[in-house]
């Protein structure tokens, strides 16, 4: 898992600042400490001015010297943390000189990997430090903070101690005479059950529909050639970041730029035009759209109002209604020219013009991405979360048929299995690759 190495690493980012600082961690941090400062001893929990030196007794820089004794610390080692003068030189001196005394440098994320191992932080909360720090939006910060602060880690223990519950009662009656039991054991199990199902269901729903919220929601603009889908993009990002022009298939690969909508950070996607193309380059053209549409959590379908709806306009028409579970607006553009769309052949569509004020739009994406991020309800927040939710779940539906059959010890398999996926969420104990993947993925000096 990891050594008794005491590690170092600067933990504020790289560049011009007032401030930064260099971390240690482990059991020589004191005495590394008391080297470069001159200083016999830290009380923990203070901090203390200091001048440090280099091996060569040369000032460093005057800096604060925080102590944190074992096991009351971030990684639950001692720390100490030097927080010198900013800049690209000082911390990195002082690196050296922790080095030079028998640290060594820090693996990205061993920091939070090792205060996991000392049960300081469980999975949920490391894998929000890690997506805190990458965090770009308002809405994906709060959403983090609750996680951090425990809320995923005590919806899993209330679930876990339901599935126990249902396992002990099944254990019990396996070995015992029924009698001995509560008369309504089983129909306490089934209503238990019944309620975790819907609690992770209504779970995962809510989570998906919110994946977008932490990277960035995806917003992806189709429809046939030349009815201005690029000029759409470049309006909505305020420069001129597609080439635009009267001559359809202008685009020929799709474009994705960020924005910021409301408090929402998206991901905008510029598509190729769709149409029944024999050119080859269109019909992979016509393949990115229909991904692009897959992978959008908002599809904005654009019509040119200055033409009549032809057979193309039909065939994103059909597009649009085969993926009627998804957040589709419909527009109506270049209605500044004389309309000739047959308006009977959609439904609820904006009529705007991105020659003139598209703001009409821009308030429809927003109320949408606002009733996907507005919700009381917990979110899980990586596909790891969610994958241990819907194997959970999964093996509850299985324990479904043995329980009302009375095969018990199949209904108590199902349920053990259930209960170790729900664990995996704060602690998997059996996958130390998986751990080491997932820490390699935080940035270093976390
Ligand atoms: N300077 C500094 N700021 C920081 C951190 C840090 O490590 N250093 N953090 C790093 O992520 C975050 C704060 N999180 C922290 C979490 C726990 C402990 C800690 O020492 N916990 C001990 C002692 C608690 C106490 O004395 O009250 C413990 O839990 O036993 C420190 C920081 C953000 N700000
Ligand atoms: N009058 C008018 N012209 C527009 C409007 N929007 C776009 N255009 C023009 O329509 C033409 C096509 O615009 P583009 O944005 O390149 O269209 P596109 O959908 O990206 O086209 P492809 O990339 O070829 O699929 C350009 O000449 C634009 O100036 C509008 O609202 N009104
Ligand atoms: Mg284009």
């Known amino acids: 898992m990891f050594d008794d190495a005491t590690i170092v690493a600067i933990a504020t980012a790289n560049g011009i600042g007032s401030i930064s600082i260099v971390r240690i961690s482990g059991p020589k941090a004191h005495e590394i400490a008391s080297k470069?400062?001159?200083?016999?001893?830290?009380?923990?929990?203070?901090?203390?001015?200091?001048?440090?030196?280099?091996?060569?007794?040369?000032?460093?820089?005057?800096?604060?010297?925080?102590?944190?004794?074992?096991?009351?610390?971030?990684?639950?080692?001692?720390?100490?943390?030097?927080?010198?003068?900013?800049?690209?030189a000082i911390a990195n001196m002082i690196v050296d000189e922790v080095l030079k005394q028998g640290a060594r440098l820090a693996n990205p994320g061993e920091f939070s990997k090792r205060a996991f191992f000392n049960n300081k932080i469980d999975l949920t909360k490391a894998e929000a430090i890690a997506k805190i720090i990458e965090a770009r939006s308002e809405d994906a910060?709060?959403?983090?903070?609750?996680?951090l602060k425990g809320e995923l880690t005590t919806f899993v223990n209330d679930i876990r101690e339901d599935l126990l519950f249902m396992l002990a009662y099944t254990e019990v009656s396996i070995d015992y005479a029924e009698d001995d039991l509560p008369s309504d054991i089983f129909e306490q199990i089934k209503s238990k059950m019944e309620k975790i199902i819907v609690k992770l269901t209504n779970t995962l729903d809510a989570s998906k529909r919110r994946e977008g919220m932490i990277e960035g929601f995806k917003v992806a603009i189709i429809g046939k050639p030349n009815v201005g889908k690029s000029s759409l993009l470049n309006k909505l990002l305020n420069y001129d970041r597609a080439i635009i022009s009267d001559i359809a298939g202008t685009t020929r690969d799709t474009i994705e730029e960020s924005v910021k909508i409301g408090?929402?950070?998206?991901?905008?996607?510029?598509?190729a035009g769709i149409r029944n193309a024999s050119d080859v380059i269109e019909k992979i053209g016509i393949e990115k759209s229909i991904q692009a549409i897959n992978e959008a959590d908002i599809v904005i379908a654009l019509f040119d109002n200055s033409k009549i709806c032809d057979d193309e306009d039909k065939k994103i028409i059909e597009l649009i209604d085969e993926n009627s579970h998804k957040e589709i607006i419909k527009v109506l553009n270049k209605s500044d020219l004389e309309?000739?769309?047959?308006?009977?052949?959609?439904?609820?569509f904006i009529e705007l013009s991105t020659k003139e004020d598209i703001s009409p739009l821009i308030k429809k994406v927003e109320n949408i991405l606002d009733s996907n991020t507005h919700s009381d309800e917990m979110t899980l927040i990586s596909k790891r979360q969610i994958s241990s939710v819907e194997n959970t779940l999964y093996n509850i539906d299985l324990s479904k048929t043995p329980l009302n059959s009375g095969e018990l010890e199949f209904f108590a398999h199902y349920i053990s299995e259930a209960l170790e996926h729900i664990s995996a969420i704060t602690r998997p104990y059996e996958n130390d690759q998986m751990l080491d993947v997932m820490f390699g993925e935080f940035c270093l000096g976390k």
Do not use: M, W
């Open 339 to 348: 309309n000739y769309f047959d308006k009977s052949n959609i439904k609820d």
């Open 263 to 271: 408090t929402h950070i998206i991901k905008i996607v510029d598509t």
């Open 141 to 147: 910060v709060k959403l983090l903070a609750r996680q």
């Open 36 to 88: 470069i400062s001159q200083k016999n001893a830290f009380q923990p929990r203070l901090a203390t001015l200091s001048y440090l030196y280099d091996t060569n007794k040369n000032l460093i820089d005057e800096a604060l010297v925080l102590y944190f004794k074992a096991p009351f610390s971030f990684t639950g080692e001692d720390v100490i943390e030097f927080q010198c003068h900013g800049g690209f």
